[in-house]
């Protein structure tokens, strides 16, 4: 039997994108910056693609720019956002848990001169409110922050943080790296009242090189890639036509039924919880209940390097992430399980389980059984 428990990290793409994607690929394969049929065709695609994503999202269809992914996204929207609001002051708020997609593009900026604060969080991950307040000042350009920790699961406090920003800080642009929130939860980025949004193809069953940003319109934003003007120059190249058209495939299917499939997968998080917590010296991670995202479980197993859990399982053919899979072929510890105030021996002993619509119970019932045998016997090659 095989287990894929490693969605966070990609999600099979979807048949109803695969079969557009093929025929963008083999048939409709025109520039839609050509001024002939075939670029008329293909930038009709792209057109509709940006209507089922702006339908997700109650936003408008000018609301939406391609790009290349989760990373490009996060990048533009801080690179390009700080640069736009430059002369407004100098500070930048963040959290001590991003994703490197937001946390390198925000050091980067830090080495450029920009003062930086980055928000602690309490041991379930969840940012504090009253560091938020203490650090919100005059000088507050820009603040990033993600919706659903991409490692541990929780559900950031982004209401209640964007509303006190605006009270406190009203220039401050506002960005959300939603890229493990959109499609498990309803966003409404106008409700929310923020600036951008991130968002990443191939976690929501979409293809990998796809994503997009929303921009709430009137909101000041400078490109970091220049060429030939497509997405009114905020986001130059010939757009991917069939990455485009797959995306909005892909969301507009995954919001179909959403509230079903998020209860299903909540069930199925609850018990994988509730079962992996009865072997020895195992411990859960983040937030609980709806508290936390439905797909996401961190586990530690104490005695057990997370590498070494995460090759055991793979030899019977299940599949999870030491981590974030963006970091987790590097050697470099987990900010997120260090900011949660993770013993230091669990930091190198964590792995990551995450679920899908199409998750089965047989699945998880598979990777606990075999998770019951393998920590036991991992245990006994322990150093004393």
């Known amino acids: 039997m095989k287990a894929y428990l490693d969605n966070s990290a990609t999600t099979k793409c979807s048949d109803r994108a695969v079969e557009l994607m093929i025929k963008i690929l083999s048939e409709d394969y025109g520039n839609p910056s050509s001024l002939h049929n075939m670029g ?23 609301e939406i720019v391609f790009t290349s992914g989760g990373t490009e996204s996060n990048n533009l929207a801080i690179l390009g956002g700080v640069e736009a609001n430059k002369r407004a002051g100098n500070h930048i708020i963040t959290t001590s848990v991003e994703h490197a997609s937001v946390w390198q593009p925000v050091k980067h900026l830090e080495e450029q001169g920009y003062r930086v604060t980055y928000l602690p969080v309490d041991e379930y991950g969840r940012i504090s409110l009253t560091a938020l307040d203490e650090a919100l000042d005059e000088e507050t350009i820009f603040v990033s922050m993600m919706q659903v920790n991409n490692e541990i699961g929780t559900i950031e406090p982004v209401s209640e943080a964007v509303r006190r920003i605006r009270a406190k800080a009203g220039k401050a642009l506002i960005h959300v790296d939603a890229i493990q929130s959109y499609g498990k939860m309803m966003i ?131 599949y999870v992430s030491a981590g974030s899979a963006c970091s ?54 322990i150093r004393k």
Not at 40 to 59: M, Q, S, V, W
């Open 40 to 62: 008329a065709d293909a930038e009709k695609y792209i057109k509709e693609a940006r209507k089922k994503i702006a339908r997700t999202l109650k936003a408008e269809e000018k």
């Open 188 to 318: 409404h980025p106008k409700k929310l009242d923020v600036d951008m949004l991130s968002v990443s193809g191939h976690k929501i069953h979409g293809p990998k090189g796809s994503g997009f940003l929303y921009v709430r319109e009137k909101t000041k934003l400078k490109p970091i890639l220049f060429g030939g003007g497509q997405q009114k120059g905020i986001r130059s190249g010939t757009e991917n036509v069939p990455a485009i058209a797959g995306l909005g495939a892909a969301a507009a299917e995954i919001y179909e039924n959403m509230q079903e499939k998020t209860d299903r997968m909540y069930e199925l998080r609850d018990y994988f919880v509730r079962e992996v917590a009865k072997i020895k010296d195992v411990t859960v991670n983040g937030a609980v209940g709806r508290e936390t995202a439905p797909h996401i479980i961190s586990v530690s197993v104490e005695g057990v390097r997370s590498e070494v859990m995460l090759h055991s399982l793979e030899e019977k053919e299940i």
């Open 328 to 381: 987790s072929n590097k050697p470099s510890v987990s900010r997120t399980l260090k900011a949660i105030g993770l013993k230091p021996e669990l930091l190198d002993a964590t792995i990551r389980f995450s679920l899908c619509e199409t998750t089965t119970k047989e699945e998880l019932d598979y990777a606990l059984e075999a998770l019951a045998k393998i920590i036991p016997f991992r245990r006994k090659f």
